[in-house]
């Protein structure tokens, strides 16, 4: 709980619009699917710090939480800080509904203890992260403030 207070706090924080490039924070949250199967899932929850280029191209710096529950029976889920730089384009942002493409690459922080199993000993540490995004973007509102991806 105390992870998810201080992701939101620094969420908050950031600043809003100045200069020539427009500013702004987009918060998004979700469910994680990985594995073999679809019955693995994870929560995800990320703020990113964005400055829009042009109408095509954005950039920005992120912080989220994520939790995935592959760990349960040996004790609780994994926890994750990501901390990682965005890169989007989007093909047609004048368009109610257009394809997008953005890369994160960062770090994930282990927000776990090690722990001691009847099995083995317990030990995640953080690593590298790499997510490469596609999909479909869809405005809710005509001011394109708010927005639906899949």
């Known amino acids: 709980m105390k992870e998810i207070i201080i992701t939101i706090s620094f969420l908050l924080s950031l600043s809003s619009s100045y200069s020539q490039i427009e500013r702004f924070t987009h918060l998004e949250g979700g469910i994680l699917t990985y594995g073999a199967a679809t019955m693995e899932l994870g929560l995800s929850f990320r703020g990113v710090h964005v400055w829009k280029y042009t109408g095509e ?18 004790g609780g889920p994994f926890k994750a800080l ?33 722990e001691e199993s009847t099995n083995s000993k317990i030990s995640y ?25 899949s």
């Open 82 to 114: 990501p901390l990682f730089a965005q890169a989007k384009y989007i093909l047609r942002p004048d368009k109610s509904k257009s394809l997008y493409g953005a890369f994160d690459l960062g770090y994930g922080i282990n927000l776990n203890k090690s």
């Open 125 to 149: 540490k953080g690593g590298l992260l790499a997510s490469p995004q596609i999909g479909l973007l869809w405005y809710t509102s005509k001011e394109k403030r708010s927005h639906i991806t």
């Open 57 to 74: 191209f954005s950039a920005g710096l992120g912080v989220g939480y994520e939790k995935y529950s592959f760990n349960e029976n040996e």
